[in-house]
Protein backbone atom coordinates (compact mmCIF):
# COMPACT_ATOMS: atom_id res chain seq x y z
CA UNK A 1 0.00 0.00 0.00
CA UNK A 2 1.56 3.59 -0.87
CA UNK A 3 -1.02 5.78 1.35
CA UNK A 4 1.70 7.93 2.32
CA UNK A 5 1.00 11.26 2.67
CA UNK A 6 2.79 13.53 -0.50
CA UNK A 7 5.22 15.73 0.71
CA UNK A 8 6.46 13.53 3.20
CA UNK A 9 10.07 13.63 4.59
CA UNK A 10 12.50 10.76 4.84
CA UNK A 11 13.05 9.02 7.64
CA UNK A 12 10.64 6.14 9.44
CA UNK A 13 8.17 7.32 11.45
CA UNK A 14 6.07 6.02 14.82
CA UNK A 15 2.70 6.39 15.80
CA UNK A 16 2.54 10.13 15.93
CA UNK A 17 4.11 10.49 11.87
CA UNK A 18 0.51 11.29 10.50
CA UNK A 19 0.05 13.85 13.75
CA UNK A 20 3.40 15.13 12.47
CA UNK A 21 3.07 15.37 8.84
CA UNK A 22 -0.16 17.51 8.98
CA UNK A 23 1.57 19.97 11.28
CA UNK A 24 4.17 20.23 8.62
CA UNK A 25 1.24 20.61 6.09
CA UNK A 26 -0.03 23.23 8.00
CA UNK A 27 3.41 25.55 8.24
CA UNK A 28 4.12 24.77 4.81
CA UNK A 29 0.64 26.25 4.19
CA UNK A 30 0.57 29.04 7.11
CA UNK A 31 4.48 29.96 5.56
CA UNK A 32 2.33 30.21 1.80
CA UNK A 33 0.11 32.91 3.42
CA UNK A 34 -2.76 30.65 4.62
CA UNK A 35 -4.18 32.16 8.15
CA UNK A 36 -6.42 29.33 8.66
CA UNK A 37 -3.65 27.21 8.50
CA UNK A 38 -2.31 29.12 12.06
CA UNK A 39 -6.16 28.51 13.56
CA UNK A 40 -6.06 25.21 12.80
CA UNK A 41 -2.41 24.68 14.27
CA UNK A 42 -3.62 26.69 16.99
CA UNK A 43 -6.42 24.38 17.26
CA UNK A 44 -4.34 21.24 17.06
CA UNK A 45 -2.12 21.96 19.87
CA UNK A 46 -3.56 25.01 22.60
CA UNK A 47 -5.51 22.62 25.04
CA UNK A 48 -2.30 20.09 25.95
CA UNK A 49 -0.32 23.70 25.72
CA UNK A 50 -2.49 24.81 28.68
CA UNK A 51 -2.39 21.70 30.55
CA UNK A 52 1.20 21.52 30.20
CA UNK A 53 0.87 25.25 31.85
CA UNK A 54 -1.69 24.21 34.14
CA UNK A 55 0.53 21.03 35.44
CA UNK A 56 3.53 23.07 35.83
CA UNK A 57 2.21 25.12 38.44
CA UNK A 58 0.47 27.81 36.16
CA UNK A 59 -2.64 28.81 37.54
CA UNK A 60 -3.49 32.75 37.28
CA UNK A 61 -2.38 33.21 33.36
CA UNK A 62 -2.53 30.63 31.22
CA UNK A 63 -4.30 31.56 28.54
CA UNK A 64 -1.53 34.49 28.15
CA UNK A 65 1.22 32.11 28.30
CA UNK A 66 -0.51 29.39 25.70
CA UNK A 67 -0.72 32.61 23.64
CA UNK A 68 2.86 33.60 24.26
CA UNK A 69 3.98 30.53 22.90
CA UNK A 70 2.23 30.71 19.52
CA UNK A 71 3.26 34.01 19.25
CA UNK A 72 6.89 33.44 20.07
CA UNK A 73 6.70 30.20 17.80
CA UNK A 74 5.07 31.68 14.85
CA UNK A 75 7.40 34.74 14.63
CA UNK A 76 10.46 31.91 14.95
CA UNK A 77 8.80 29.07 12.70
CA UNK A 78 12.03 29.67 10.32
CA UNK A 79 13.88 28.20 12.48
CA UNK A 80 11.90 25.16 13.08
CA UNK A 81 14.17 22.60 11.43
CA UNK A 82 11.60 19.62 12.59
CA UNK A 83 14.36 17.76 14.34
CA UNK A 84 11.40 17.05 16.53
CA UNK A 85 7.81 17.21 16.00
CA UNK A 86 5.93 21.16 16.11
CA UNK A 87 3.84 19.88 19.29
CA UNK A 88 7.93 19.11 21.30
CA UNK A 89 9.00 22.38 19.67
CA UNK A 90 6.02 24.38 21.21
CA UNK A 91 6.31 22.26 25.14
CA UNK A 92 10.24 23.68 24.59
CA UNK A 93 8.96 26.69 23.92
CA UNK A 94 6.34 26.76 26.38
CA UNK A 95 8.98 25.24 28.99
CA UNK A 96 11.06 28.59 28.28
CA UNK A 97 8.36 31.06 28.92
CA UNK A 98 7.73 29.59 32.38
CA UNK A 99 11.08 29.78 33.71
CA UNK A 100 11.41 33.18 32.30
CA UNK A 101 8.43 34.03 34.50
CA UNK A 102 10.32 32.17 37.85
CA UNK A 103 13.34 33.73 37.25
CA UNK A 104 11.46 36.90 37.04
CA UNK A 105 9.14 36.37 39.72
CA UNK A 106 12.30 35.27 41.82
CA UNK A 107 14.24 38.62 40.87
CA UNK A 108 11.15 40.54 41.74
CA UNK A 109 10.61 38.58 45.00
CA UNK A 110 14.55 39.16 46.00
CA UNK A 111 14.46 42.76 45.66
CA UNK A 112 11.61 43.17 48.28
CA UNK A 113 13.42 45.10 50.85
CA UNK A 114 13.50 43.44 53.84
CA UNK A 115 12.05 45.32 57.04
CA UNK A 116 13.44 45.98 61.10
CA UNK A 117 10.08 43.60 62.21
CA UNK A 118 11.17 41.27 59.42
CA UNK A 119 14.72 40.05 61.07
CA UNK A 120 15.49 35.99 60.35
CA UNK A 121 15.78 34.06 64.17
CA UNK A 122 19.41 32.16 63.88
CA UNK A 123 16.88 29.03 63.23
CA UNK A 124 15.27 30.49 60.31
CA UNK A 125 18.65 31.82 58.62
CA UNK A 126 19.69 28.49 59.16
CA UNK A 127 16.75 26.81 57.20
CA UNK A 128 17.20 28.63 54.59
CA UNK A 129 20.78 28.58 54.08
CA UNK A 130 20.44 24.67 54.10
CA UNK A 131 17.20 25.25 51.98
CA UNK A 132 19.43 27.46 49.50
CA UNK A 133 22.40 24.95 50.26
CA UNK A 134 20.13 21.87 48.72
CA UNK A 135 18.14 24.06 46.24
CA UNK A 136 22.19 24.44 44.50
CA UNK A 137 23.47 20.71 44.69
CA UNK A 138 20.24 20.07 42.82
CA UNK A 139 20.51 22.12 40.41
CA UNK A 140 24.14 20.93 40.02
CA UNK A 141 22.73 17.56 39.71
CA UNK A 142 19.91 18.24 37.28
CA UNK A 143 22.53 20.30 34.52
CA UNK A 144 24.90 17.13 34.82
CA UNK A 145 21.75 15.20 33.02
CA UNK A 146 22.03 14.28 29.49
CA UNK A 147 19.38 17.09 27.77
CA UNK A 148 16.88 14.13 27.52
CA UNK A 149 17.16 13.11 30.61
CA UNK A 150 16.89 16.61 32.01
CA UNK A 151 13.70 17.10 30.01
CA UNK A 152 11.51 14.20 31.28
CA UNK A 153 13.30 14.78 34.64
CA UNK A 154 11.99 18.61 34.51
CA UNK A 155 9.23 17.43 33.09
CA UNK A 156 8.14 14.95 35.53
CA UNK A 157 9.69 16.26 39.06
CA UNK A 158 9.03 19.89 38.23
CA UNK A 159 6.05 20.26 35.78
CA UNK A 160 4.25 17.31 37.54
CA UNK A 161 3.45 15.23 33.76
CA UNK A 162 2.43 12.20 33.81
CA UNK A 163 4.89 9.39 31.94
CA UNK A 164 2.13 9.50 28.23
CA UNK A 165 2.30 13.46 28.80
CA UNK A 166 6.13 13.46 28.67
CA UNK A 167 6.32 11.15 25.73
CA UNK A 168 4.09 13.23 24.15
CA UNK A 169 6.15 16.54 25.13
CA UNK A 170 9.55 14.95 23.80
CA UNK A 171 8.14 13.05 21.02
CA UNK A 172 9.29 9.67 22.62
CA UNK A 173 7.53 6.30 23.73
CA UNK A 174 6.24 6.09 27.26
CA UNK A 175 8.30 3.27 28.06
CA UNK A 176 11.39 4.93 27.17
CA UNK A 177 10.30 8.42 29.29
CA UNK A 178 10.27 5.72 31.84
CA UNK A 179 13.34 4.60 31.66
CA UNK A 180 14.65 8.02 31.21
CA UNK A 181 13.16 9.18 34.19
CA UNK A 182 14.48 6.17 36.39
CA UNK A 183 18.20 6.96 34.99
CA UNK A 184 17.86 10.93 36.00
CA UNK A 185 16.73 9.92 39.06
CA UNK A 186 19.28 7.03 39.92
CA UNK A 187 21.89 10.07 38.75
CA UNK A 188 20.75 12.74 40.87
CA UNK A 189 20.68 10.64 43.73
CA UNK A 190 24.37 9.23 43.17
CA UNK A 191 25.31 13.11 42.84
CA UNK A 192 23.52 14.25 46.17
CA UNK A 193 25.39 11.25 47.72
CA UNK A 194 28.52 12.36 46.98
Known sequence: MTDAPQGSG???????????????????????????????LVER????????????????????????TFVRA?????????????????????????????????????RLEIQEDDAATEYDALDSVVADETERRMRDAVTRLSPTQREV?????????????IADAVGTTEGAARVHYHNAMRAVKEFLDE
Open 10 to 40: PGGGGGRGGDDQRDLELIAQWKAGDQRAASA
Open 74 to 110: FNSLDGFRGDSSFRTWLFTIERRLLLDRRRADKRRRD
Open 153 to 165: FTLRVGEGLSYKE
Open 45 to 68: HAAALARFAVASGERNEVDELVQD
